[in-house]
């Protein structure tokens, strides 16, 4: 995917960027597109709900939900009432966004009958504060913080797990596993070593499970490394790479991108900021506790 994109600087009127934790999602969206971070980061602009996206907060809260219960306790039935609870609250969150009810609700059926075909949720030995952990830790002197889905006991030590509700897309595989070796190298700052990372697909059941070794670990922290250096870089000079490719035509900020349209006026000025309002866009008021 590198190889068929292409980098363009573009000068905003804005901030520097703030000193914030990185995380595994941060880091992924600066290395896919600067200027695409610096309007979410550090401009704060969200991007509206999608079934997608509303689909996956449901089934995660509830597969949560589910395996805080006791292993004999963690049944079909149960797993159907916790996501039904979850859906009555995401769904109110996005009531007026024009998004298709039945088309989220089939959806998140759709991810909790795949669980059930994926594993054995009795047989999962959830490690203490297991699930939807918060871990802070500085890597290579770097704060960083995460949010882990699922932590558990497996037959070679501690296992991260973490759920996908989408298909599985070979070209993001090293973004999904940079994102769980992160999470190994936070836990292991904290004096737990992670024996193995997972990744659970639920929109094509599967369970795709990798040992955790340093050479995978000191990439992962390269990538958060460099997205680093990168970000004060371009912060100090004011200018910020939009790298181009075939994902531009998904991005919301296409509109008001420079290095789509030639005659967009500078992001972050006033103008810019307009045409992200009439694209439907939103911007939060403060920051958000980390990236």
Same mark, same amino acid.
């Given at each position: 995917?590198?190889?068929?994109?292409?980098?363009?600087?573009?000068?905003?009127?804005?901030?520097?960027?703030?000193?914030?934790?990185?995380?595994?999602?941060?880091? !992924?969206?600066?290395?896919?597109?600067?200027? #695409?971070?610096?309007?979410?980061?550090?401009?704060?602009?969200?991007?509206?709900?999608?079934?997608?996206?509303?689909? !996956?907060?449901?089934?995660?809260?509830?597969? @949560?939900?589910?395996?805080?219960?006791?292993?004999?306790?963690?049944?079909?039935?149960?797993?159907? @009432?916790?996501?039904?609870?979850?859906?009555?609250?995401?769904?109110?969150?996005?009531?007026?966004?024009?998004?298709?009810?039945?088309?989220?609700?089939?959806?998140?059926?759709?991810?909790?009958?795949?669980?059930?075909?994926?594993?054995?949720?009795?047989?999962? @030995?959830?490690?203490?504060?297991?699930?939807?952990? #918060?871990?802070?830790?500085?890597?290579?002197?770097?704060?960083?913080?995460?949010?882990?889905?699922?932590?558990?006991?497996?037959?070679?030590?501690? #296992?991260?797990?973490?759920?996908?509700?989408?298909?599985?897309?070979?070209?993001?595989?090293?973004?999904?596993?940079?994102?769980?070796?992160?999470?190994?190298?936070?836990?292991?700052?904290?004096?737990?070593?992670?024996?193995?990372?997972?990744?659970?697909?639920?929109?094509?059941?599967?369970?795709?499970?990798?040992?955790?070794?340093?050479?995978?670990?000191?990439?992962?922290?390269?990538?958060?490394?460099?997205?680093?250096?990168?970000?004060?870089?371009?912060?100090?000079?004011?200018?910020?790479?939009?790298?181009?490719?075939?994902?531009?035509?998904y991005c919301d900020f296409r509109a008001a991108c420079p290095?789509? #349209?030639?005659?967009?006026?500078?992001?972050?000025?006033?103008?810019?900021?307009?045409?992200?309002?009439?694209? !439907?866009?939103?911007?939060?008021?403060?920051?958000?506790?980390?990236?």
């Open positions: 995917m590198a190889g068929n994109r292409k980098t363009a600087e573009v000068r905003v009127d804005g901030a520097p960027a703030p000193g914030r934790p990185w995380s595994a999602t941060a880091i !992924g969206q600066f290395h896919d597109c600067p200027l #695409r971070y610096w309007w979410q980061k550090v401009e704060r602009w969200e991007t509206p709900s999608t079934t997608a996206l509303v689909v !996956g907060r449901a089934v995660h809260e509830a597969l @949560e939900q589910l395996l805080a219960l006791p292993p004999e306790e963690r049944v079909p039935v149960r797993g159907d @009432e916790f996501l039904a609870r979850s859906l009555i609250n995401e769904l109110a969150l996005v009531e007026d966004q024009g998004l298709d009810e039945a088309e989220i609700r089939e959806g998140a059926a759709a991810s909790m009958t795949a669980y059930w075909q994926t594993e054995a949720p009795a047989e999962i @030995e959830v490690a203490p504060d297991g699930l939807e952990r #918060r871990v802070d830790a500085d890597l290579r002197g770097l704060p960083f913080l995460g949010h882990i889905d699922r932590i558990a006991v497996s037959d070679v030590g501690l #296992r991260i797990t973490d759920y996908k509700t989408g298909a599985p897309k070979p070209r993001f595989w090293w973004g999904y596993w940079r994102q769980q070796l992160l999470y190994a190298a936070a836990l292991q700052e904290l004096d737990e070593p992670v024996a193995e990372v997972e990744l659970l697909y639920l929109k094509d059941p599967r369970q795709v499970t990798r040992p955790v070794y340093p050479a995978a670990l000191h990439r992962a922290l390269d990538d958060l490394e460099t997205a680093h250096t990168e970000r004060d870089r371009m912060s100090t000079a004011g200018l910020w790479e939009a790298r181009t490719g075939p994902l531009c035509n290095a789509q #349209r030639s005659n967009c006026p500078p992001p972050g000025g006033e103008q810019s900021n307009d045409i992200l309002l009439k694209a !439907g866009l939103t911007r939060r008021a403060s920051e958000p506790n980390g990236e």
